[in-house]
């Protein structure tokens, strides 16, 4: 079985900085694209950032030139640094991982269990 641990969220003042970590564990054979998303209340979940096994990225229109996303292979773990907070980053973060199932030959869609990020004075 595969788990995501999310770490890093919690209240910061607009302007500041939060760097979120999430950790793959479990019967890992290969990673392809890992990324981060997030829902505010009352919205739908929606797409932050992802970073490839090679190390290709995307972002957000509304993140870009504030959010990087890098990420450890060895470690099997993704990392979010948020600079330059906002009130509207307000959002429930999410992890998400395609890792490849020997069992049913296909990559498999994984989800962290969340982390508060609250952007406020």
């Known amino acids: 079985q595969v788990q995501l641990v999310e770490s890093g969220g919690g209240l910061v003042q607009p302007g500041g900085s939060l760097r979120l970590s999430c950790a793959a564990s479990?019967?890992?054979?290969?990673?392809?694209?890992m990324g981060w998303y997030r829902q505010a209340p009352g919205k739908e979940r929606e797409l932050v950032a992802t970073i490839t096994s090679g190390g290709s990225t995307d972002y957000a229109d509304s993140v870009k030139g504030r959010f990087t996303i890098s990420r450890d292979n060895a470690k099997n773990t993704v990392y979010l640094q948020m600079n330059s907070l906002k009130p509207e980053d307000t959002a429930v973060y999410y992890c998400n991982a395609e890792i490849w199932s020997l069992y049913r030959s296909s990559w498999i869609s994984y989800w962290g269990q969340g982390t508060q990020v609250t952007v406020s004075s």
């Open positions: 479990g019967s890992i054979f290969s990673i392809h694209v």
